[in-house]
């Protein structure tokens, strides 16, 4: 899969294509619904499937007061498109300047020229261009114009409601992790590297893997069953997604992500970890001292077994 950071980064132009543009944060089951017509379509034709994304998310740079906080990191978003047969991945940085560039411009100028889509796929309530001005109506007037098959995605629904990246943000801040994979149609994860922490862990017999993911999203702090995927092997764990409030007065420290491994003695600093969150077991909690914490870590952890079957 060939990733370039915007089509001034092409060398050559694309003979014909089958192309998506989105912002496809999660690449939940609707975004594969919509990946999977790409491809198929790509197939047809024998032309290279090509989807057009956006970085930072457009709505970071034109209302930061929302604060959009994309789910996965963007390596992600790569990996996932690759896996479903994309070919090509425009990665365009998103700026001021660029959102004011006119739907006209962007579909004449970056797509037609650049791409020469014999398909475009979109969702049904894409949008784009200065001022969101280009919409599905406009598209099928200048695919008319161009000779371009335009297909348009509806909404994909599940157990009768729309499947959508914020309703995914809202079960993960919930801690409604079953349903949140359910919509994403994969699993939900967090990755970074193994980092040195306080070490608190050890002192009472629980060692921890101090992972700093490369993310902006996190989901609700407390405690999780997880998975702690090592070199492609899922490994039980329990992790604490938090500020470790008993040991930080203000409650304001860096969220910090721990997982302690069951049954496993390794050295991991420097090791990159995925921690696939399957259950949330409890909110965090700050503990009146370190043998309540104790205690309720060892009830944690026996509950986690359980779940596991261990």
Known sequence: MHIYQGVGQMSSVLESSVVTIGNFDGVHLGHQQLIETVTRE????????????????????????????????????????????????????????FSQVTAQDFLQNYVMNKLHPKTLVVGHDFNFGANRTGNISFLEGFCA???????????????????????????????????????????????GTVEIGFQRG???????????????????????????????????????????PTFQEDNKGPVKIESHIFDLEAQLYGVEVEVELLHFQRDEMKFSGIDTLKQQIYNDMAAARKFFNE
């Open 145 to 191: 114009q161009q000779g371009i098959r335009l297909i348009v995605i509806p909404p994909f629904q599940l157990d009768g409601q729309v499947v959508s990246s914020t309703r995914i943000r809202e079960a993960l801040q919930a801690g409604e992790i079953e349903k949140a994979q359910k919509l994403l149609g994969r699993p939900y994860y967090l990755r």
């Open 42 to 97: 790509a197939q047809h034709y024998g032309v290279p499937s090509v989807v057009y994304t956006f970085h930072p998310h457009p709505v970071k740079v034109l209302f930061p007061e929302r604060q959009t906080q994309r789910m996965f990191d963007l390596r992600d978003q790569q990996e996932q498109f690759e896996a479903r047969g994309i070919e090509c991945v425009i990665l365009e940085n998103f700026t001021k300047e």
């Open 202 to 244: 050890r002192t009472i017999g629980v060692p921890t893997a101090n992972v700093h993911p490369d993310v902006e999203f996190v989901p609700r702090k407390g405690v999780y069953f997880t998975y702690t995927r090592i070199n492609g092997h899922n490994h039980p764990s329990i992790t604490n997604i938090g500020v470790n």
